[in-house]
């Protein structure tokens, strides 16, 4: 028994272990190329194969599931019952491997696994009938995160994770924070127009209309990958045996996620531009400004299918969550705790462990599907109707 438990253990580590290897290599490639198309030459992989950080990373990805199969059936032997209490604690205790992690990408992990907790949680309960479902609940959330997130960008930046915070810069394909800051943030004595500021010499209309077209083809290639990495990696036998059909909704997939960002990120500048030249006021903006803009912009949510909208939610929410930690610290209402996303983490994989054996509808495919492949498939015997679930939300 203890040699069948200690194999298992070996072989469900080394897996994820040579997977997470994988992952920071193809991570590290595609960011190279992102930020430079052009180079000569790739970057040395091997050294960032033997690299510290990647060790960690791969490390945290071998023991998790590994921790995670060993506890779980360490639990039921002890308890002598199956039921979903076996693994939320194994899935909490498993989840303490977080800190060999790098404290970024701990905090990361964890602000992500707690709004796939908080999901998963609010999904089950309005299965249950315990809550009311909302109308488009889903895009009314996505609307309210997104008006808070580019007030942030708009005005406090210092909320944003950095890496955030230059990424939507570069989805604007015009704002730079110094033309962010002479425009909205840094008091003046009188209204500065576009033109003044090198952002477009045409009327805001017609700007929003040229730059929707031209940021289209940017956005797809951002969203390609996206759509496809997930039908290579969990879903190559129904590409295999149903190709055409997947190539069409492959295709059909990009093109609705490219006009969503593309409209999101247009309707966000042009509601901000079109507020600030009918009030024509020195800077700094009103806040309401881009409050409204981003509540307008995160209407291009629509483009998406419904069943995307709950994943774009979800990775919004941390972001939100983030600067909301910051204000906290920032107004001395929250305070610093050292390793305090360790606990937060283990607390979340509690709870997404439960559900995907016991809710798993409560998750999306695609969180279902990560799990599948590092933790193996759920105990209970009933998941056919995820699969076939899964599949049609392909098409």
């Known amino acids: 028994m203890v040699s069948q438990l200690a194999k298992r253990f070996i072989r469900r580590f080394l897996k994820g272990f040579l997977s997470g290897v994988g992952l920071y290599a193809g991570f590290k490639t595609v960011t190279a190329l992102v930020k430079n ?8 992989i091997a050294k960032e194969i033997l690299s510290k950080d990647c060790v960690r990373f791969a490390a945290f990805l071998g023991l998790y599931p590994s921790v995670y199969e060993f506890l779980v059936r360490t639990i039921h032997k002890i308890r002598g019952t199956k039921d979903g209490w076996n693994h939320g604690i194994a899935g909490g205790l498993a989840g303490l491997t977080i800190v060999l992690e790098n404290p970024v990408r701990r905090r990361t992990l964890s602000l992500f696994t707690i709004s796939r907790a ?3 949680l609010v999904s089950t309960l309005i299965t249950r009938g315990q809550i009311p479902s909302i109308v488009h609940g889903d895009t009314l959330l996505f609307c309210l995160s997104c008006s808070f997130l580019v007030y942030c960008t708009a005005l406090r930046p210092h909320l944003l994770p950095k890496g955030y915070y230059y990424s939507v810069l570069k989805w604007s394909r015009d704002y730079t924070d ?3 800051n002479q425009l909205f943030r840094v008091p003046g004595e009188k209204f500065l127009t576009c033109n003044e500021v090198g952002l477009h010499t045409d009327s805001c209309t017609s700007h929003a209309l040229r730059d929707l077209i031209q940021s289209w083809p940017m956005f797809a290639k951002l969203y390609l990958p996206i759509h496809l990495a ?8 129904l590409l295999i045996n149903r190709p ?6 492959l295709i059909k997939n990009t093109v609705m996620s ?5 409209s999101m990120v247009m309707l966000a500048k042009y509601v901000v531009c079109f507020l600030r030249t009918t009030l024509r006021e020195p800077p700094p903006l009103r806040h309401y400004i881009p409050a409204v803009a981003g509540l307008v912009a995160g209407l291009g949510v629509l483009f998406e299918r419904a069943n995307r909208r709950k994943e774009l939610v979800l990775f919004l929410i941390p972001h939100t969550l983030y600067a909301l930690f910051v204000w906290g610290m920032e107004k001395h209402i929250l305070p610093w705790v050292p390793y305090s996303s360790v606990p937060l983490f283990a607390l979340s994989t ?8 016991r809710e798993p509808d409560s998750m999306t495919p695609l969180i279902n599907g990560i799990l599948r492949y590092f933790v193996g498939e759920r105990v209970d015997k009933s998941k056919r109707a995820i699969k076939l679930r899964t599949e049609s939300e392909l098409m």
């Open 244 to 249: 055409a059909k997947v190539l069409r909704s």
């Open 118 to 120: 908080l999901g998963a």
């Open 350 to 357: 509690a709870s997404i462990m439960h559900a995907y054996e």
């Open 178 to 180: 110094d033309n962010l």
């Open 258 to 262: 490219t006009t969503f960002l593309a």
């Open 37 to 44: 198309p052009f180079r000569e030459r790739l970057p040395n």
């Open 230 to 237: 997930p039908v290579l990696i969990f879903r190559h036998k």
